[in-house]
């Protein structure tokens, strides 16, 4: 779990989704199509990063409790901030999407605040 921990996911400061999907899986195909269009219409404002869940190590599988169907989660300064599992139905991704949304304002203010601090 370290390296995704440590290359993935924690070092980032926006918002993160990760989906754990299966190659060749109807439901994971239909939950990243879903994904990557949210990622289009909210011009980038978190990152997607997809990991085959066919390769990832037993412990990786373990602490994140991967099964066969799609698991979704949302990273937000390296604490999950909500995730799923499964087809997320509309009103659930669009919750997804909003606090993803909210999470990447905190951002950009976190980083004017810091600016505005550094510079007085």
Known sequence: MSHFKKHIVFHDEGPVLVLFKRDGDKNSSK???????????????????LIDADS??????????????PSVFLFYK????QEYRG?????????????AQFFY?????????????DEA
């Open 105 to 117: 304002q905190m951002t950009n203010e976190e980083k004017l605040l810091t600016q505005i601090l």
């Open 31 to 49: 939950v990243e199509e879903r994904l990557k269009r949210a990622l289009i219409k909210t011009k980038g404002q978190f990152k997607l990063v």
């Open 56 to 69: 990832i190590d037993k412990q990786l599988e373990t602490d994140f409790k991967i099964g066969f169907t």
């Open 78 to 81: 390296s604490n999950i901030a």
């Open 87 to 99: 087809i997320p139905s509309k009103d659930q991704l669009k919750d997804f999407v909003r606090a």
